[in-house]
């Protein structure tokens, strides 16, 4: 990994364009334009070299800019010194976690570029994860207190970085606490059966005695039901013997007022044969007073002219007799 320095850059000229360029040279792990210099950080050296001795180059219709190398850290510094740098690099760096696509570092230096100078990007896609530092610690604070990161249209997973030492005793740490998770989660199951096994023998016996109770009224039940069709059956029994005797008496009552309409037809009948005789006994009432009253008045005629005639008589007889015959008819009238 070298890095080179490229200088005379325009103002107008961006990152990308360096970047697209350097790349016809070797792979890019990072490029970041500070000033108007842009730091490109090559894979290979043999890279870094070419680009330097091809100097100077044409990037864009700007003008030309000059590669040189970067100006490294005395290398001969305390060994203190280096293990407070290796310390502030872990204390800037992040592990990330993705797809092979995501974690091309490509992709990872420019999407982590805003929020900081990314002084490394280290990628292992086959294990799935890329370490990622900064320059300082506020770029990784900034990056660490995000809370989601998407990158190509999925998420990323930022953590912070830890070292293999504090992986081993991060890994033997979780490690033991998993062992004595599942210890204690056998020890759960384990109490966990037994109660299960006891509510299992409680439960068993709840439902023997539910289907003896059960059992208990579907025999009382059945008795009941029996009695309520034998009831039913005596009750129908009735209900015919009363559909019957109901039907007796319709067609008596049907009967009797038949009989009541031919009574009232004879009673009509024989009211008509009295009122026509009533008539006919008045007729001949009024002809018997008519009829009578003639007789009387001929009878009182008849009795006159007797009345006269005999008078005659006997006033002859009395000429003719003598005078104490007289006397005894003047008695007589």
Known sequence: ???????DLDSRTNSDTVENFCQTYGRILNCYIKSNQCIVTFADKHNAEEF???????????????????????????????????????????????????????????????????????SNPLQGFATITFDDHISYERALKESRHFLNGRSLIVEPYTSIDEF????????????????HIENQF?????????????????????????????????????????EITTKDKQTEQLK?????IDDLLRQSVHDNEQQQIHLKKREEIHNQTKRKYEELYKAYIKLKDNCATQRNV??????????????NSIVNKPKSTIDNVKKKL
């Open 1 to 7: 990994m070298s890095t080179v320095v490229i200088t």
């Open 52 to 122: 330097i001795r091809a100097s100077p180059h044409r990037i864009d219709s700007y003008g030309f800019v000059n590669a040189t190398w970067k100006t490294t850290i005395n290398r001969n510094s305390s060994h203190n010194q280096r293990l407070t740098t290796n310390s502030n690099s872990n204390n800037c760096r992040l592990t990330i976690r993705g797809t092979c696509e995501q974690l091309e570092e490509k992709n990872l230096i420019r999407y982590f570029s805003h929020y900081g100078h990314v002084r490394m990007c280290l």
């Open 168 to 183: 081993e005793s991060n890994k033997q740490h979780e490690k033991d606490r998993l062992i004595n998770e599942r210890i």
């Open 190 to 230: 384990q109490e966990r059966i037994k109660l299960y096994d006891y509510e299992k023998l409680q439960w068993n016996e709840y439902i023997a005695r539910q289907q003896n109770q059960f059992n208990q009224q579907i025999g009382h039940y059945q008795y009941l039901l029996k009695q309520s069709l034998d």
């Open 244 to 248: 019957k005797e109901n039907k007796d």
């Open 302 to 315: 008849e009795k006159d002219s007797i009345s006269i005639t005999k008078s005659t008589a006997s006033t």
